[in-house]
């Protein structure tokens, strides 16, 4: 096969008084900070479905997306030429990941026996070109949603048959990422949910998603499979309103059906944001249950209400995601995962280069700077000082389960008042941020 991006080479690394469009501003994947590469905090990975798949048609209209590669075709040939261009893209940026749906990467056949074949035919490929070029699976995961079949739902079907051709399809894309040597598989259930409660026996569905997860996460361990799995939390669309719906609900669902020790979280930003939520919100919730696995770095558009999936390009957005993941002590099996599309009038090849360097210059910036805030010491300072009356005295014995009711009562009425408060300082805690950025 012919290159797919002829007139692109390596992206080289040219730092911030570069004016190449085509070379990294920020992005120096072997500088280190905080001890470790930039490759190495921030793992990188490309989407399949929308770099590779997405025509990019909206409601009204066709797809404008200009990939000579591709034939247009349904065909197992056309698919595994795309692997070839999808790694020279990879390559050629220095992304060190990517990440898949099934259907991303073969088409479906007449049954699931010829998806499952044509599936194994693009598989051969992917992980030769894996082995060609060192990139490595962050996550894959299977589509139970385009197919009619899934109108329902998949593990929350009304039609337990559905629900067992979700799993056989879920069984064969965990086979096909342990082979691949993923490093994890997500569950992201579109359309487990409701369009409305009239026909919906939420409590049943509830349930079935349960087994459906316990069924995955014993067929994990029969295989050896050792990737992480997540849950990826998003609200609506395209259901009304999606079980999944945000961190919380994500939480709270895994701990009434005894799945959180075998579940993380994959947060992604634009799904926070339909959620009513900000990014930093939905880390912090799930960092705080020790759940954050990997997130889907994107952002939302601030005026439109729905899933935009744009690049990331506010570094303020990064600094704070950054600050969340380097307190947490840094990605384990996940990374940022560019769940991100270009525009629809942005069709040519090169946008998608233009799209991911943006990207990750963004969340080069992002952690330079919350490594930076880091090292300043001023905000962690703040933060540890506000909270100084729980580290003696009477906020101790609380924390330590030697104060009750009674004891409270007694030492209020010794004292007489509660301890003056101090300010929050808002205001300077935001313009300290702004030092740094
Ligand atoms: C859609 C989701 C999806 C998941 C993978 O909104 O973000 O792309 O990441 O199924
Ligand atoms: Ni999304
Ligand atoms: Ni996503």
């Known amino acids: ?52 798949r997405n025509r990019m048609a909206d409601p009204f209209g066709a797809g404008t997306a ?21 790694f ?20 479906e056949g007449q049954s699931l026996k010829e998806s499952n074949r044509n599936l194994d035919a693009v598989v051969k490929v992917l992980k030769s070109e894996q082995k060609r070029t060192g990139i490595k699976l962050l996550w894959g995961t299977a589509c139970l949603f385009a197919n009619p079949r899934y109108c329902h739902g998949a593990a929350t079907s009304c039609n337990a048959d559905v629900f067992a051709y979700g799993a056989a399809q879920v069984k064969k894309a965990i086979e096909v ?26 409590k049943r569905e509830l349930e079935h998603l349960a087994k459906f997860l316990h069924m995955a996460v014993d067929y994990k361990k029969s295989i050896g499979f050792k990737g992480q799995f997540y849950i990826e939390p998003k609200p609506k669309e395209p259901t009304k309103h999606q079980y999944d719906s945000d961190s919380a609900a994500c939480l709270n669902f895994l701990r009434e059906f005894d799945l959180l020790n075998d579940f993380k979280l994959n947060i992604e930003t634009n799904h926070a944001t339909l959620a009513g939520h900000t990014m930093q919100h939905e880390l912090e919730v799930a960092i705080a249950a020790n759940a954050l696995g990997s997130i889907d770095a994107n952002t939302g558009d601030e005026l439109i209400g729905w899933d935009t999936d744009q690049f990331p390009t506010s570094v303020y957005l990064t600094a704070q995601v950054m600050l969340s993941i380097l307190k947490m002590g840094g990605f384990t099996t996940g990374g940022v995962n560019f769940d991100a599309k270009v525009r629809r009038e942005s069709f040519e090849p090169i946008d998608l280069f233009h799209a991911h360097i943006g990207g990750m210059d963004t969340f080069a910036r992002g952690l330079k700077i919350a490594a930076a805030i880091r090292k300043d010491g001023r905000l962690a300072g703040f933060v540890k000082d506000r909270y100084s009356s729980w580290d003696a005295g009477i906020g101790a014995q609380i924390e330590q389960g030697k104060a009750g009711f009674k004891e409270l009562e ?3 009425l010794k004292q007489g008042e509660a301890a003056a408060n101090t300010s929050g300082r808002q205001e300077y805690l935001e313009n300290l941020i702004n030092e740094f950025i």
């Open 410 to 412: 007694a030492y209020i």
């Open 66 to 86: 200009i990939r000579p590669w591709d034939d247009g075709s349904d065909s197992v040939k056309n698919a595994q030429n795309r692997v070839k261009a999808a």
């Open 177 to 202: 990422t342990h082979e691949l040597g993923g490093e994890g598989y997500v569950f992201w259930g579109g359309r487990e949910g409701y369009s409305t409660l009239y026909n919906t026996d939420m």
């Open 1 to 52: 096969m012919a290159a797919a991006f002829p007139k692109i080479s390596q992206i080289p690394f040219e730092g911030p008084g570069s004016k190449n469009p085509l070379a990294f501003k920020h992005y120096n994947a072997s500088e280190i900070v905080e001890g470790k590469t930039m490759k190495d905090h921030l793992r990188f990975s490309v989407v399949y479905w929308h770099t590779f």
């Open 88 to 107: 020279e893209f990879m390559q050629k940026l220095g992304a060190p990941y990517y990440a898949f749906h099934d259907r991303d990467v073969a088409p």
